[in-house]
T-cell receptor, first 118, second 108 residues
């Protein structure tokens, strides 16, 4: 159980275009989802916390107008990278925590999306 | 905010050897998880261990919350154990903070 599906796994786009990444909880409902970015040989950096039915909370230094997050249902959160530039090329990973669970429960991660902007 | 450190940053092991990875954190945490990131980027959840000791096959983990550290033991290492090991802690406001990772290479 507790499967998180992330799509696409890999995407290449041209500079200036937008890319949408989906994160779905397949067998549980997730009130909270988290989006991370990972550059090569670095750790995962939290970008934003996505709460179902409300605005996302962004970490300091993350442009909310560039990284649009929508958490429209208890099983789906999306991250849209708008007007992508080569420096946005990275590995993006989402994670989810189930309904009714708080900080004292494990997170479940998607398999990540490798974005390359040419 | 909370600081998470991991040691060693890099580790090379001969197949069959044992190792201990350490995670230190600067403040009280609500939970702690150990992950293995394989060469394809997938994060594999190894342990959810806010306190105490757990074992799963050749791997085991111990968290001493009062002393703010956790240890991951790998015994009889195999080449498939190669990758990066992260500890991640949940601090205030339900945020999950990752440590910098330990890059492990197991050579035959």
């Amino acid at each position: 159980g507790a499967v998180v599906s992330q799509h696409p796994s890999r995407v290449i786009c041209k500079s200036g275009t937008s890319v949408k990444i989906e994160c779905r909880s397949l067998d549980f409902q997730a009130t909270t989802m988290f989006w991370y970015r990972q550059f090569p040989k670095q750790s995962l950096m939290l970008m934003a916390t996505s709460n179902e039915g409300s605005k996302a909370t962004y970490e300091q230094g993350v442009e909310k107008d560039k990284f649009l997050i929508n958490h429209a249902s208890l099983t789906l959160s999306t991250l849209t990278v708008t007007s992508a530039h080569p420096e946005d090329s990275s590995f993006y990973i989402c994670s989810a925590r189930g309904v009714g669970t708080g900080g004292n429960s494990p997170l479940h991660f998607g398999n990540g999306t490798r974005l390359t902007v040419t | 905010g909370i600081q998470v450190e991991q040691s060693p940053p890099d580790l090379i092991l001969q197949e069959g050897a044992n190792s201990t990875l350490r995670c230190n954190f600067s403040d009280s945490v609500n939970n702690l998880q150990w992950f293995h990131q394989n060469p394809w980027g997938q994060l594999i959840n190894l342990f959810y261990i806010p306190s105490g000791t757990k074992q799963n096959g050749r791997l085991s983990a111990t968290t001493v919350a009062t002393e703010r550290y956790s240890l991951l033991y790998i015994s009889s290492s195999q080449t498939t154990d190669s990758g990066v090991y992260f500890c991640a802690v949940v601090a205030s406001y339900d945020k999950v903070i990752f440590g910098p990772g330990t890059s492990l290479s197991v050579i035959p």
